[in-house]
């Protein structure tokens, strides 16, 4: 018996047996410095999933990461998670890359969810996020180290067709 993944989803949970336990979703990203400049070539994770031709997220619960590849260790540095995907800014941008945003879009081929009786048809996964950030400073005071953490919601938007032209 066939089972095929349930819209919006494209790839069965599990069905990948390179990489058992997951559920690869295929991605759009777009870094941008603090000047809103893209980068030249297009943008993943680094290091890529192996046989992964584009960025794809394949975890129920998944930590992005955003350094340097070279100080990239085997488990996110705030969550401690060892589920999680890195963009590598400074190869992308250059050293305009430690300040900037990144757009992952989440509306792929076949990210489309089933019409609803009004006949609106959203486009996309659904998802949640945030960036947490910590801080330390050495110099406060002779002595005393300052750690200092940040927790941001991040900025959505969201897609919806409809038969008649008007979504609700």
Same mark, same amino acid.
């Given at each position: 018996?066939?089972?095929?993944?349930?819209?919006?989803? %494209?790839?069965? #949970? *599990?069905?990948?047996?390179?990489?058992?336990?997951?559920? /690869?979703?295929?991605?759009?990203? =777009?870094? $941008?410095? +603090?000047?809103?400049?893209?980068?030249? +070539?297009?943008?993943? !994770?680094?290091?890529?999933?192996?046989?992964?031709?584009?960025?794809?997220? /394949?975890?129920?619960?998944?930590?992005?990461?955003?350094?340097?590849?070279?100080?990239?260790?085997?488990?996110?540095?705030? !969550?401690?998670?060892?589920? !999680?995907?890195?963009?590598?800014?400074?190869?992308?941008?250059?050293?305009?890359? %430690?300040?900037?945003?990144?757009?992952?879009?989440?509306? *792929?081929?076949?990210?489309?969810?089933?019409?609803?009786?009004?006949?609106?048809? #959203?486009?996309?996964?659904?998802?949640? *996020?945030?960036?947490?950030?910590?801080?330390?400073?050495? =110099?406060?005071?002779?002595?005393?180290?300052?750690? $200092?953490?940040?927790? $941001?919601?991040?900025?959505?938007? +969201?897609?919806?067709?409809?038969?008649? *032209?008007? /979504?609700?």
């Amino acid at each position: 018996m066939f089972l095929a993944a349930i819209p919006p989803f %494209t790839v069965l #949970f *599990g069905d990948d047996s390179a990489n058992p336990g997951t559920a /690869c979703e295929k991605v759009g990203l =777009n870094e $941008y410095d +603090r000047e809103e400049r893209t980068p030249q +070539r297009v943008t993943g !994770f680094s290091p890529p999933r192996p046989g992964a031709n584009s960025p794809v997220l /394949c975890w129920e619960a998944q930590v992005v990461t955003f350094q340097p590849t070279a100080s990239v260790g085997a488990a996110s540095p705030i !969550f401690g998670s060892p589920l !999680f995907t890195n963009v590598d800014t400074l190869h992308d941008l250059g050293a305009s890359g %430690t300040s900037g945003w990144v757009n992952i879009t989440l509306t *792929g081929a076949g990210h489309l969810l089933t019409a609803s009786n009004e006949g609106n048809v #959203f486009s996309g996964l659904p998802v949640t *996020g945030f960036l947490a950030k910590d801080f330390t400073n050495k =110099n406060v005071t002779p002595g005393i180290l300052g750690n $200092y953490a940040g927790l $941001y919601r991040h900025r959505t938007s +969201r897609t919806c067709t409809n038969t008649n *032209g008007v /979504c609700s």
